[in-house]
């Protein structure tokens, strides 16, 4: 008995050119699947380009970082903040180069927060400038940018 495929003798003409295009669409069935889901996904969700941001705030530990993430989402300046342990930051300040451990808050807010999470963390973090930066969001994940949408008011 064997078992495998047919030889180009057996698969003449138009019966070659059958099975090759029967053997690409089951191959490619699954991957064809994937990318017809994920763009019917992102064509049914509308996202305006940079209506949201990603901001980033260091602080020198983990006990600052957790107060203010909880601080920030409970007063709904944004809906998700991760915290980034042990980084390093070399910079300068008044001078002199420096080098210290901090975490890292990634925070997923609305644009139009930006401001205000800005001076909330100006009035409780312990730096005497504080980093408080932004980048809009270009895109993303539909379902994703529709619940910062939702958690966050405008």
């Known amino acids: ?7 180009a003798e057996t698969l003449q003409g138009g019966s070659l050119r ?9 191959l490619m069935l ?3 699947r994937t ?6 996904s992102m064509a049914s969700e509308t996202y ?8 980033f705030v260091t602080c020198p530990n983990d006990t600052v970082a957790k107060e203010l993430a909880w601080g920030i989402v409970q007063q709904k300046l944004a809906a998700c903040v991760n915290i980034v342990p042990a980084i390093k ?3 300068e300040w008044q001078g002199k ?11 997923k807010t609305r644009s139009s927060m930006v401001p205000a999470l800005a001076q909330y963390v100006r009035s409780n973090h312990p730096y005497e400038v504080a980093e408080v930066i932004s980048l809009p969001i270009d895109q993303g994940n539909p379902p994703y940018l529709k619940w910062i949408g939702e958690t966050v008011p405008e």
């Open 1 to 7: 008995m064997h078992i495998g495929l047919p030889s």
């Open 18 to 26: 059958a099975f090759i295009v029967t053997l690409l669409s089951v």
């Open 97 to 107: 180069i420096q080098e210290d451990s901090e975490v890292l808050l990634m925070i």
């Open 35 to 40: 990318v017809g889901l994920r763009a019917f």
């Open 48 to 55: 305006t380009s940079g209506t949201h941001s990603a901001a």
């Open 89 to 91: 930051s070399v910079y």
């Open 30 to 32: 699954q991957l064809l």
